[in-house]
C-alpha cells in the first residue's frame, strides 16, 4: 500500500496525493505566511443552523448526443462551476487557499472539497473552518459565501451562496454506480488557479479503495481517470458524456507533484449522501465496528484451507470496539503467500446481513454505505471451518481509531 502525503514544499515528495494538492493545493501568500493549506482528523462540524429541508437535485437536462463532446460540455455546463478562495488566520499570519466547486441547487449550494474550506489534511486534531469564503463566478465576478458543514471522511465540503447575489446554474448529478471503465469524462476546475480550465480523458479504473488525505480512514469506490488533474482542481466537477456530474475531483499521485495520468475523485453518490445529511442534520455519520481485514482469494483459501474461495479475513480487532464485544477475531500468525505476508487465524466474513462480502473492500463498502450506528448486524463468519452468524451492534465512527473499521 503506497503512502499518501499532501503536497507541501518539503523536499521532494515520492508520493504527492493532491487532494489538499488539487483543491486547498495553490495556497496564496495574503500577507506573511506562505504555504501549502492542508487539514486534520475530524468528523463534521456545523458551521451554520441546518436548514429545514434538504436542496434537491436540479432539473437540468442531460446533453444530448451519443458522442463525446467536450466542446458542447463546457459550453453547457462552465456556468455553474466556480472558484473558491477560502481564507485563513488573522493579522499578519493569514494565508488564503484556492480551489474549485460547482452549484448543486438553485437555493445556492455548492458541493466542493472538506481539505478547500478547512485544514482537514493538514495535521490539525479538529479541522478549523475558514474565516472567510467567497466564490468566484465564471464571469469573475465573486460574492461571500457560508460553510455549512464538511465530512473530512469522504472530502466533501458544502458551502452556500445566496441566490440573488448572482445567476445561479445548477449542475445535475449522474449516477457513480453505473460508471465504468473506458467511458470518456471530462472535468472542470481551476487548476493553478486558471479559473474555468477544461481536462478530458478516460475513466481508468472504479471502486478504487484509496489513502485519505483529510482522516485515518481509507477513501472507498474513489473513481480514477488520466485526465489531467492538478492543483486549484479540488472540489471541481467530473462529468460523464452526457454532462453529468459523476465525481468531485480529489487527489492526484505523483512522483513529481504534477498530473501524470493518475487521478481520483470522490463518487458522486457517496458526495450526494454527505450533502443530504450535512443540509438535513447538521452532521454526518458512519458505522464503526472496529476491524481491519484483507482480502480472501482462490490461492490464499487453497493454501490455508479456506471453505471459501472469496472473503475478507479479520486481521486485528481493535480492543473496546463493537467487534471486540461481539467476540469477532482477529489473526494471530503471519505467514508468506507469494512473496507477502498474509495474517492467518482470524474470523473470515463472507456476509453482513445476508450481503455478500468477496473482498475487504467490500466489507469496507457495506460498513460505509450501507449501515448506521445503532444498528445492530449479523455477520456471518467462517471460524474453525464452521459457519457461524454473530450479532455486532455498530457504533459511530470514531475520528482516530488506531485501526480499521
Known amino acids: 500500500m ?11 515528495a515520492v508520493i504527492a496525493f493532491g487532494s489538499a494538492l488539487l483543491g486547498a493545493a495553490a495556497v496564496l501568500l495574503v500577507a506573511w505566511a506562505a504555504g501549502w493549506l492542508h487539514g486534520e482528523r475530524r468528523t463534521v462540524v456545523l ?8 436542496a434537491s437535485a436540479p432539473r437540468v437536462r442531460p446533453l444530448l448526443g451519443g458522442t463525446f463532446d467536450p466542446a458542447g460540455i463546457y459550453a453547457g455546463r462552465s456556468a455553474g462551476v466556480v472558484t473558491i478562495f477560502s481564507v485563513f488566520g488573522s493579522g499578519r499570519s493569514t494565508t488564503a487557499a484556492q480551489g474549485s466547486g460547482f452549484v448543486v441547487s438553485s437555493d445556492g449550494v455548492i458541493l466542493t472539497n472538506s481539505h478547500v474550506i478547512t485544514t482537514a489534511g493538514a495535521g490539525d486534531t479538529v479541522a478549523q473552518p475558514a474565516g472567510s469564503v467567497f466564490v468566484q463566478f465564471r464571469d469573475r465576478d465573486r460574492v461571500a459565501a457560508r460553510i455549512v458543514g464538511w465530512d473530512v471522511f469522504d472530502d466533501v465540503g458544502v458551502i452556500r451562496v445566496e441566490p440573488k447575489a448572482h445567476v445561479l446554474a445548477p449542475l445535475p448529478l449522474g ?8 467511458e470518456p469524462v471530462a472535468a472542470i476546475g481551476s487548476p493553478f488557479g486558471n479559473e474555468n480550465s477544461l481536462a478530458v480523458g478516460v475513466v481508468s479504473a472504479t471502486e478504487r479503495s484509496i489513502e485519505s488525505l483529510t482522516s485515518q480512514y481509507n477513501l472507498v469506490d474513489a473513481i480514477q481517470v488520466d485526465a489531467p488533474i492538478n492543483h486549484g482542481n479540488s472540489g471541481g466537477p467530473l462529468f460523464d458524456a452526457r454532462g453529468r456530474v459523476i465525481g468531485i475531483n480529489a487527489q492526484i499521485r505523483s512522483d513529481s507533484g504534477n498530473a501524470e495520468g493518475v487521478g481520483f475523485a ?4 457517496a458526495a450526494r449522501r454527505s450533502m443530504e445529511q450535512l443540509l438535513a442534520t447538521g452532521k454526518v455519520v458512519y458505522a464503526y465496528v472496529g476491524v481491519t481485514s484483507e482480502d480472501v482469494t482462490p490461492g490464499i483459501a487453497r493454501r490455508f484451507g479456506y471453505p471459501v474461495r472469496y472473503g475478507a479475513v479479520i486481521t486485528s480487532v481493535r480492543s473496546g470496539s463493537p467487534g471486540a464485544h461481539a467476540g469477532l477475531r ?3 500468525d503471519q505467514r508468506d503467500f507469494n512473496g507477502t505476508a498474509f495474517t ?3 474470523d473470515v466474513l463472507v456476509a453482513v446481513d445476508g450481503r455478500p462480502v468477496r473482498s475487504a473492500s467490500d466489507f469496507v463498502r457495506i460498513v460505509t454505505s450501507q449501515l448506521r450506528p445503532g ?6 463468519i467462517i471460524r474453525d471451518g464452521r459457519r457461524l452468524s454473530v450479532k455486532v451492534v455498530l457504533e459511530d465512527r470514531p475520528q482516530n481509531p488506531d485501526g480499521g473499521r
Open 175 to 182: 449516477d457513480s454506480s453505473r460508471v465504468v471503465v473506458g
Open 375 to 380: 444498528q445492530t448486524s449479523a455477520f456471518t
Open 266 to 269: 470522490v463518487p458522486i453518490n
Open 47 to 54: 458551521q451554520e443552523t441546518a436548514p429545514a429541508a434538504v
Open 2 to 12: 503506497s503512502t499518501v502525503r499532501a503536497m507541501r514544499p518539503r523536499g521532494l
Open 344 to 346: 492467518y487465524g482470524g
Open 330 to 332: 482477529g489473526g494471530s
